[in-house]
């Protein structure tokens, strides 16, 4: 199967370092960390460092799961103990910035109730909405 050009580059982009590209039997490639043994679908790419704006507040941050760079506690969001920058914490099918409805599958891939709901359907599960104190 040709590589459309756009899909060719992408995968000139370097991996994370601890992450490969495994080819599976039917031909999907996933990624798998060497040092986790965390899966996923998703390119995890190394990233540039960020320039230096002056001294930063927390001390010493985790690595982003989305993006891979530092995330300081000011802008810390977590799903499990996987560290994100608020701005990287997103719905994996649109890309909504998540806020308070959200879930991750077995993976750990963030999704807005809706599309995880869209999921559940999908495998042939019921919608599922985490109740809250209001509900309760």
């Not at 190394?46 to 001390?59: E, F, I, M, Q």
Request: aromatic share 10%.
């Amino acid at each position: 199967m040709q590589q459309s050009g756009e899909h060719a580059a992408e995968n000139e982009r370097p991996l994370r370092e601890d992450w490969e590209a495994i080819t599976d039997d039917s031909g999907r490639t996933y990624f798998w960390n060497t040092q986790t043994d965390e899966v996923t679908w998703n390119r995890i790419e190394a990233t540039a460092p960020r320039d230096y704006v002056g001294p930063s507040l927390g001390g010493q941050g985790d690595p982003c799961t989305a993006c891979g760079e530092m995330v300081f506690l000011a802008e810390r969001r977590a799903a499990g103990s996987a560290p994100y920058h608020a701005d990287c914490f997103r719905c994996k099918t649109c890309a909504k910035k998540l806020l308070t409805d959200w879930e991750a599958d077995p993976e750990g891939a963030l999704f807005c109730q809706v599309h995880f709901n869209q999921q559940l359907m999908a495998k042939g599960m019921p919608s599922f909405r985490r109740s809250t104190s209001a509900e309760t």
